[in-house]
């Protein structure tokens, strides 16, 4: 529990010590021209105290205080089991929450809003609730200018609180959530896998067909079916036969060619030998014999012209005939040639050439991608209908057990009520009503719409709550007490005096035990701060400067 709140920039008193059940943080009226028991840090305090059970509001809204007192920063005490920790926050910086060794809060290490909260949550023994600790005091922490103050509308907490989830908030402090946890999950992982699929088919992502568009696709499944079967059946019965086919009459085709290539070569060396002996096949000229005169003078010059005759004869003959088989060498050079042009010319075409594998291997593949396509915007739409039907199971499931269990708390919470509406001492005690369902929920008097009268409601409620669930703290701001009869404050004092074991905090303008003993001793040794406009929070009052 909170035991003590220290300011350096408080006024007189700068200790603040708390303690179980009831603690007053009193205004007096009338003491100063200044507005006596109003505007003098009432509000303020409790939004401190709301600050040291981990709140954000005080930080959120002291921008006057700021201004005119300057920055400051709020310890505070929290004692359990008989050991005491201690904290210290800044007042502009809510998600830095210091923890400190000892009362004099000398910082040791920094914890985040979030570790202080589950330390809390721990400290007080409320894990099962499935609940922050801000989840569970927020709302009860009724402070001025916060939005929980509708009186007709006691669970509303924020702005973005939904009715649901408000009630679902009841149910988890009530304890009454395990029961229904795993429905609770399904459904919101439901509806949260519903939007999410809506949100993709708006922006295109996927595409969730109607249900005329899945007749469609179930019609054009069915035919890519059959052809997808008719061309495996194709692929089995030719593509291994063709396959080996094609292979054998390829590797014929290339070994033709090696013969026809190897015989171009042949033909080329022979052409070539037949070139070089035409070359070699010289004739002696008329110089020649000239020259050998020189050396011989008695040679038969034409003796040697008669054998030399001879030999160009014989030259003539043996050209001939190389030039014949030339001729014959170059017709078969052309004749292989074309050969080998035509061999290549085949083995090309029989390279390049789809056969009705490739054909039906293509369009298999084509039509197989256009059946994943279709699979999967069915299979969206079987999950589509299927989620339907489950989300629809799961509802009436929670539903029907929400039902029981709002039922439950309606009932118990309405009884309390009536007990403590019963002990108000005041013309106008008929108890307020709560109508619970699994949706939605109202509250209060019919045919009453008195702010008084409200407002008693509103506390009549939290008080119920108080009694019957683990809630360990409760704060109520003075401007619900304003226009309350005197007598219904008396009774509400006496209430919250019976609160032994968890802490209330409030805030008074008046004092209210002048002429009344009982609540004289309430007040004697429940206040725990008195201010006045002589004596506020902050020690001084910047509405006079």
């Given at each position: ?161 939904t009715v649901r989830d408000s009630i679902m908030s009841l149910v988890k402090l009530f304890g009454k959530y395990d029961s229904i946890q795993e429905l609770s999950e399904h459904d919101e992982y439901l509806r949260n ?353």
């Amino acid at each position: 529990m909170l035991t003590e709140i220290y300011c350096a920039a408080f006024g007189e008193t700068k200790r603040i010590p708390f303690s179980n059940g009831l603690n007053v943080i009193q205004g007096h009226a009338g003491d100063s021209e200044s507005g006596g028991g109003n505007s003098i840090g009432k509000t303020s305090m409790l939004k401190i105290i709301d600050y040291a059970f981990g709140g954000k509001y005080y930080a959120d809204s002291n921008d006057d205080i700021i201004r005119h007192v300057g920055e400051h920063d709020v310890c505070f005490t929290h004692t359990f089991n008989g050991t005491s920790y201690y904290f210290c926050r800044n007042a502009s910086k809510p998600g830095a929450i210091l923890w400190c060794k000892d009362s004099k809060y000398t910082p040791q290490r920094e914890i985040s809003e979030k570790e202080f909260g589950e330390w809390l949550v721990e400290q007080y023994g409320l894990q099962d609730l499935r609940l922050t600790f801000r989840g569970i005091i927020g709302l009860y922490s009724r402070i001025w200018n916060k939005p929980n103050k509708e009186v007709s509308r006691p669970l509303y907490k924020h702005n973005a609180q939904t009715v649901r989830d408000s009630i679902m908030s009841l149910v988890k402090l009530f304890g009454k959530y395990d029961s229904i946890q795993e429905l609770s999950e399904h459904d919101e992982y439901l509806r949260n896998r519903s939007r999410a699929l809506a949100k993709a088919n708006t922006y295109h992502l996927v595409a969730l067909p109607t249900k005329d568009e899945a007749k469609k696709i179930e019609i054009e499944l069915a035919e890519i079916s059959e052809t997808i079967s008719r061309l495996k059946a194709i692929i089995a019965i030719t593509g291994v036969e063709n396959a080996d086919h094609l292979s054998s009459q390829k590797d014929e085709l290339l070994e033709s060619r090696m013969d026809l290539l190897a015989q171009q070569d042949r033909i080329n060396r022979a052409l070539h030998r037949c070139a070089r002996q035409i070359q070699r096949i010289t004739p002696v000229n008329e110089t020649t014999f000239s020259q050998l005169l020189e050396f011989f003078p008695e040679v038969n010059i034409q003796r040697i012209k008669e054998v030399q005759g001879f030999h160009t004869s014989l030259r003539n003959v043996l050209i001939n005939e190389l030039n014949n088989e030339i001729d014959q060498l170059q017709q078969q050079l052309a004749a292989v040639t074309m050969a080998i042009s035509s061999n290549d010319a085949k083995i090309q075409k029989l390279t390049g050439l789809p056969t009705q594998t490739a054909e039906a291997m293509e369009q298999l593949i084509q039509l197989t991608k256009r059946q994943e396509q279709l699979q999967f915007q069915q299979a969206l739409y079987n999950d589509k209908i299927a989620e339907a039907a489950q989300s629809s199971e799961t509802k009436r499931q929670l539903t029907q057990l929400l039902g029981e269990i709002t039922v439950q708390i309606e009932k118990s919470i309405n009884e309390k009520i009536g007990e403590y509406s019963s002990s108000i001492m005041t013309s106008n005690n008929k108890a307020p009503k709560l109508h619970l369902s699994y949706k939605d929920y109202e509250y209060g008097v019919e045919d009453n719409t008195g702010t008084g009268k409200a407002y008693t409601d509103l506390l009549l409620f939290d008080l119920a709550i108080l009694s019957l669930s683990k809630l360990p703290v409760l704060i109520h701001d003075s401007f619900l007490f304003n226009n309350i009869d005197v007598m219904t404050k008396l009774s509400f004092l006496r209430l919250y005096s019976q609160f032994k074991d968890k802490q209330i905090f409030i805030s008074l303008d008046e004092y209210l035990g002048t002429e009344n003993t009982e609540i004289d001793k309430i007040l004697f040794t429940s206040t725990r701060l008195f201010l006045s406009g002589n004596r506020p929070l902050f020690g001084k009052d910047w509405r006079t400067e």
